[in-house]
């Protein structure tokens, strides 16, 4: 069912200069930035490898990030792996008796489909189910 890692969500409090440590220091290539409205966040993509790092800004005080970063700080938020059937993935997660924080899959950043599982079943990480086309 899992494919690959597709990537791993960063959350930061500041993009921009979340942004040139990646790309200054670690020397990763910034290929692109997107704002999805339906989850309040600002997303930088950095590749690497056949992998990429995304790094989370919150655009709102509601957003999902905003709130992780007033619980735990910046740090990584959570890890997304690639299937290719989002909807067979999440049935097979539900008979497997995995909570669902989305019983639907939803859009997210760079045009996938996606769709979280609840950290209590997951041994405390938060995981993202991302379908590409």
């Given at each position: 069912m899992i494919g690959k890692v597709d990537h791993i969500g960063i959350a930061v409090s500041n993009l921009d200069e979340s942004v040139k440590f990646y790309s200054e220091i670690l020397?990763?290539?910034l290929h692109g930035t997107e704002v999805v409205e339906e989850q309040k966040v600002k997303v930088a993509f950095l590749p690497v490898g056949d992998t990429e790092v995304e790094l989370l800004e919150a655009t709102s005080p509601e957003s999902p990030i905003a709130k992780f970063i007033e619980a735990k700080g910046q740090g990584v938020q959570h890890i997304a792996f690639r299937v290719e059937n989002i909807e067979a993935a999440l049935e097979e997660m539900k008979a497997k008796g995995i909570r669902l924080?989305?019983?639907?899959?939803?859009?997210?950043?760079?045009?996938?489909?996606?769709?979280?599982?609840?950290?209590?079943?997951?041994n405390g990480v938060l995981i993202e189910?991302?379908?590409r086309k």
């Open positions: 020397g990763l290539a924080i989305d019983e639907k899959p939803r859009y997210g950043a760079g045009g996938a489909r996606i769709a979280f599982l609840h950290p209590k079943s997951t189910l991302c379908e």
